[in-house]
């Protein structure tokens, strides 16, 4: 905190910005202002208009986590009698056999994150929701603890608790600046609604700035702060029906009785509203909404024009109109109220998930955007926590509005993806499909030489990523029958081929290129450069000049930020290997006063190979101007070289435990390395190898992959990354919380019993009946002739040898705590 009893503004007063005062003034601001350029407490944004569905149940563990403490947060309230939040649950049904598939699957993140759910046949359906024709269902997963939250109610009751808590509502005030100082936020400049032609703005003086003005917020990003902010608001069909005859009795302040019901496999969802049925629409094109297509504040406040609710589009509708009156008989003879429809605006993100946190380079600026009413007071109690302590308390990488990286972020691309993210919002998505949009973004320099292989591409921070080589569909697979490589479950032989087994056996056995150029790389320079990195990471970056070490990012609590590599160039130069933007974002907030150490994207720019597998110090050895025998370049070190004249930096490491080097250099000389590897690679075997055979290849050797196995939520212990922290006399950020950090769960290897069956992450792991964890990744290892699942589960199971299950798609696995790593325990492979 910049002060001990810093003066906030949240700009916007929706359920985000509401919760966000209601969060602050509960850990004892007073200083806490909203304002917001509408009336009380309908004031024009998304939250007016929201149906508040709260479907708890989520892929993603952090999003599900952050709805269900909106729901405890807001049960049982009321709002001058009327209620704020109702658990009426939710009701999924599938028509398709693919989205009962999906539903057990869903069933699967339900148990892994808490969430109460079973899956229930046609008949039950029906009686769950009376009117519901069973014979047009073939299932559903009812999940009795969702809720329906009445947006504008939730907004009232948090923000009148603000403010008898001392904050301060600040209606009809539009913002029409930000005052900075220094780099640090003073203020904001204010106008009253509606304004006089020639009024000066008034000035809130404020020391923390929080943009939660949802639908605003890319306006208010480019107009206030001059940058793009990865946000597209959407439009989306909200239909109802006439009051139906048979509900003519229903009250309307009871409104909804029965469960919201999602029908996905027709991108929909209806809910009963009195003596209305409401019918929400996610199957029409995507409808981006660009700012000038909002009205303004004065708009609206001198013509009612609602600027997040647009002209119903019934051409959008129809289909979706004819669905609801064939699952719903009761509305085949009802008419649609178009008089009553509209066409809702709400925000989406590239990748459909929030953006908050604080906004690089303007001190006291924060970020609470793109969020909806599901998680709204969950992400607040984020926000606020992040904001009162630096300590978010959960897993904010998915959250965290840096992870976009803004080599990527354009207007173009923010349209394509938020459109995508729109359209998958119902649908059936694979936790390995690639986007289809913005395809072919960024592509390393040998991307024409991995194309004429039969490259099979997966998308990643915009880079195109082999998965697989088609060219490699004659190589041996593995001997290991077990893993029944030509018999995978449809599911998770989706975006997977048994190629990758074969690219796999190959590193192992021979050798074989793999893509690093997406790695994300940072340069950091200049004279204070080592003494910088001596208190950013766990392990000491001071030692000779060529060597390389594996360290870790901590917050102030001790949590992992991110394991990263570090590579002494020079005596001030390093090359660090990152996980993402979050990371350089992190290493530049902390750099030091005066400006003499820089931090330097060199991803883009640069490309890079792993030349990994036994054969591999042949293959350079016949191209490299220095010797790369294992005396003369050791394992963890870096050179500076020449590769048959390619200027490369190598590094004697490898993230799949193979002997070999990861070979980087500038983009245009990325095509000659390629042929050269590839020329002198051919009489020892040598083979492209894609992302799968990467992906399993590092779970045999027990690499954890950061955001996905470890997060900030993880003290370094129980990740089983202690071996990386290695402080000694040094000041590092976050190793003083190490010592007081407890934790009662550990990450494990598990092997399933029967090497077959194919694991795809997030699946709860069980101890007899009760769900004691969750899995983070999960493969087979494909040398190994194993199933492998790293998970979370408590200490008391953590020891090899004990017995767990894990649950996939209903089915319960037998499982077993394994020592670690399956690969090369003794490092042999890497040290040789
Ligand atoms: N290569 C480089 N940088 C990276 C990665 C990479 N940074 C991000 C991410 N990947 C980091 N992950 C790992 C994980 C393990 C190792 C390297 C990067 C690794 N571990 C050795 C071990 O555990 O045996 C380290 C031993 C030691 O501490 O010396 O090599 O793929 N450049």
């Not at 807001?74 to 001058?80: F, R």
């Not at 009686?127 to 329906?148: E, F, I, Q, Y």
């Not at 040998?446 to 190589?475: C, I, K, M, T, Y």
């Not at 090359?575 to 991803?603: F, K, M, Y």
Request: aromatic fraction near 8%.
């Amino acid at each position: 905190m910049p002060y001990p009893q810093p003066r906030v503004v949240v700009i916007g007063l929706g359920v985000v910005g509401a919760a966000l005062a209601d969060e602050l003034t509960l850990r004892g601001l007073r200083r806490v202002t909203v304002v917001d350029q509408g009336p009380l407490y309908e004031t024009g944004g998304s939250s007016s208009h929201a149906p508040g569905f709260v479907f708890q149940t989520n892929g993603s563990r952090v999003m599900s986590l952050l709805a269900q403490r909106t729901l405890d947060k807001l049960d049982g309230l009321d709002v001058d009698g009327a209620w704020v939040s109702k658990r009426v649950g939710g009701l999924e049904i599938a028509r398709t056999p693919e989205r009962l598939r999906e539903l057990r699957r869903r069933l699967g993140f339900a148990t892994s994150w808490g969430v109460e759910a079973s899956l229930v046949g046609p008949d039950e359906c029906a009686a769950l929701w009376p009117g519901l024709d069973p014979d047009t269902v073939s299932g559903g997963l009812h999940t009795p603890t969702d809720a329906v939250v009445k947006g504008v109610r939730a907004v009232q009751w948090q923000a009148r608790r603000a403010e008898a808590a001392g904050a301060t509502i600040r209606p009809l005030t539009r913002v029409v600046g930000l005052r900075t100082q220094g780099g640090r936020v003073t203020g904001v400049e204010v106008l009253p609604v509606p304004a006089a032609p020639d009024a000066q703005p008034d000035v809130i003086g404020a020391d923390v700035v929080v943009s939660a003005a949802g639908l605003w917020g890319p306006g208010l990003a480019r107009d206030l702060l001059g940058f793009e902010l990865p946000m597209m608001p959407m439009a989306h069909g909200f239909g109802w029906s006439e009051p139906l005859a048979a509900r003519a009795s229903v009250d309307e302040a009871t409104e909804v009785v029965r469960p919201m019901l999602r029908h996905q496999d027709a991108g929909m969802y209806l809910r009963e509203w009195g003596s209305t049925i409401a019918i929400g629409a996610y199957d029409h094109r995507p409808l981006p909404v660009e700012d000038p297509q909002i009205a303004s504040a004065d708009e609206f406040a001198a013509t009612g024009v609602h600027p997040a609710m647009h002209p119903f589009t019934p051409e959008d509708y129809e289909p979706t109109w004819k669905e609801a009156q064939t699952i719903v008989p009761e509305l085949r003879d009802a008419r649609l109220d178009v008089g009553r429809s509209f066409n809702g605006i709400f925000s989406f993100t590239p990748d459909g998930g929030p953006m908050l946190g604080p906004v690089p380079g303007v001190e006291g600026l924060w970020l609470a955007q793109a969020v909806w009413v599901t998680q709204s007071a969950g992400m607040a109690q984020v926000v606020a926590d992040w904001l009162t302590t630096g300590d978010p308390g959960i897993d904010t990488h998915g959250l965290d509005f840096r992870r976009f990286d803004p080599a990527v972020v354009s207007h173009a691309h923010t349209v394509e993806r938020a459109s995508e993210a729109y359209d998958e919002v119902y649908d059936v998505v694979h936790p390995r499909a690639s986007t289809a949009r913005m395809r072919g973004l960024r592509t390393p320099p040998f991307h024409d030489r991995q194309r004429a292989l039969g490259a099979v591409l997966g998308e990643a921070s915009g880079w195109e990523r082999p998965l697989w080589f088609e060219a490699n569909a004659d190589l041996p697979l593995p001997d290991e029958p077990a893993l029944r490589l030509d018999d995978r479950d449809a599911w998770a032989a989706r975006h997977w081929s048994p190629i990758a087994a074969a690219e796999a056996r190959a590193t192992r056995e021979r050798v074989a290129l793999h893509d690093m150029s997406p790695l994300p790389r940072a340069r950091v320079s200049g004279p204070g450069a080592t003494a910088f990195l001596r208190r950013m990471l766990t392990s000491d970056v001071d030692r000779a000049v060529g060597q390389v070490v594996y360290g870790l990012l901590l917050d102030e609590s001790g949590g992992v930020l991110s394991d990263v590599t570090a590579a002494r160039l020079g005596p001030e130069e390093y090359q660090l290997g990152l996980n993402g933007p979050l990371d350089l974002d992190w290493l530049r907030a902390h750099l030091p006063e005066g400006g003499s150490v820089q931090v330097h994207d060199v991803t883009t720019g640069h490309c890079g190979l792993g030349l990994w597998g036994p054969r591999s110090r042949d293959v350079l050895a016949a191209l490299a101007d220095t010797d790369v025998s294992d005396a003369a370049f050791r394992y963890y070190t870096a050179q500076r070289l020449r590769v048959a004249g390619v200027p490369v930096l190598a590094m004697r490491l490898s993230y799949v435990g193979e002997l070999g080097w990861e070979l980087y250099t500038p983009a245009e000389f990325g095509g000659r390395l390629w042929d050269v590897l590839w020329e002198a690679g051919a009489e020892h075997g040598i083979v492209a190898a894609g992302r799968r055979a990467f992906e399993s290849l590092r779970l045999e050797k027990g690499y954890r992959l950061w955001g996905h196995d470890v997060t900030r939520e993880h003290g370094p212990d129980e990740a089983g990354l202690g071996f990386a922290v290695r402080i000694g006399a040094r000041d590092v950020v976050g190793a003083a919380a190490l010592a007081a950090r407890t934790s009662t769960q550990r990450l494990v290897c598990l092997t399933l019993d029967d090497p077959g069956t194919v694991l795809l992450g997030h699946e709860p792991v069980r101890s007899g009946d009760a769900v004691v964890g969750y899995v983070t990744s999960a493969d087979q290892g494909y040398t190994s002739g194993t199933s492998i699942a790293y998970a979370w589960v408590p200490s008391a199971l953590a020891t090899v040898g004990t017995a767990l299950d894990v649950e996939y798609l209903g089915v319960r696995h037998a499982a077993t705590v394994t020592a670690e790593p399956i690969v090369d325990p003794q490092m042999t492979r890497l040290r040789g």
